[in-house]
C-alpha cells in the first residue's frame, strides 16, 4: 500500500474489516456518494454546475465535501481559466474505481428506501 492509498485508521489497523472501514470512511460524509455519482454521471464540472446537479447544498459544504474528496484522493480540483477565475472537478482513478460501490448502493437503495423510512 503507498502513503496516497493508505487510509486505514490506526485503531483499526491490520484487522481484516480494515478495508470496509477505509471505504465507509471515504463515502461517509452526507453529501460525499452524492457528489461521487454526479461526477461518474456527468464527468467534469464547474463548481456551479456541480451545486445545481447535487441539489440542496450550500456553498459553504460542497465546498468542505469537495476538499474532503480531494483530499482522499477521490477529487481532482483544475484551475480552468485565471480570468474570469473557473475551477473544474473531476474524479482521480481512485475516484472511478468507486464506480461499482456507488451502483451497489444505489441498487441497495433503490431496494430498500421505503424499508428503511429514505423515501
Known amino acids: 500500500m503507498t502513503e496516497s492509498d493508505d487510509c486505514v485508521a490506526g485503531w483499526c489497523a491490520d484487522e481484516e474489516w480494515c478495508a470496509i472501514t477505509c471505504a465507509a470512511g471515504v463515502l461517509s460524509g452526507k453529501w460525499h456518494p452524492v457528489v461521487v455519482h454526479r461526477l461518474l454521471e456527468e464527468g467534469a464540472l464547474g463548481f456551479n454546475r456541480l451545486q445545481e446537479s447535487v441539489g440542496d447544498v450550500s456553498s459553504t459544504v460542497l465546498s468542505d465535501t469537495l ?38 448502493l444505489h441498487e441497495w437503495g433503490e431496494a430498500h428506501a421505503r424499508a428503511t423510512g429514505c423515501d
Open 67 to 104: 476538499d474532503g474528496l480531494e483530499s482522499d484522493g477521490v477529487v481532482d480540483r483544475t484551475v480552468v481559466s485565471e480570468k474570469p477565475f473557473r475551477v473544474e472537478y473531476s474524479l482521480t482513478d481512485r475516484g472511478e474505481d468507486l464506480r461499482p460501490v456507488v451502483a451497489a
